[in-house]
Nanobody
Framework: QVQLVESGGGLVQPGGSLRLSCAASGIIFRFYAMAWYRQVPGKQRELVAAITSRGSTNCADSVKERFTISRDNAKNTVYLQMNSLNPEDTAVYYC????????????WGQGTQVTVSS
């Protein structure tokens, strides 16, 4: 059974930082590109940051210079370090796993709420 379990969300003041984690099980983690998406009510889910199976990264323009995605294949975990948070970053953040090696598979986590407010 595949599970992607996000953690690290919560309430933070503007200018603060959070680190999200997504622990994967039931997949060969190193075969997957991993990504973080976010969604606010009434809007489409949007890509925040992604990291390929080989470690190449990209981030949305809105979070460049503030967010960093990384992975630890030994721990089957992907991280999103979020700095200089502002209220526009408030959303539910979802972890996504997309298989790059072998047959295509795609999985989502359940999401974790991030709220930036004073």
């Amino acid at each position: 059974q595949v599970q992607l379990v996000e953690s690290g969300g919560g309430l933070v003041q503007p200018g603060g930082s959070l680190r999200l984690s997504c622990a994967a099980s039931g997949i060969i983690f190193r075969f997957y590109a991993m990504a973080w998406y976010r969604q606010v009510p009434g809007k489409q889910r949007e890509l925040v940051a992604a990291i390929t199976s080989r470690g190449s990264t990209n981030c949305a323009d809105s979070v460049k210079e503030r967010f960093t995605i990384s992975r630890d294949n030994a721990k089957n975990t992907v991280y999103l370090q979020m700095n200089s948070l502002n209220p526009e970053d408030t959303a539910v953040y979802y972890c996504n796993a997309d298989r790059e090696v072998g047959p295509k598979r795609n999985f989502w986590g359940q999401g974790t709420q991030v709220t930036v407010s004073s």
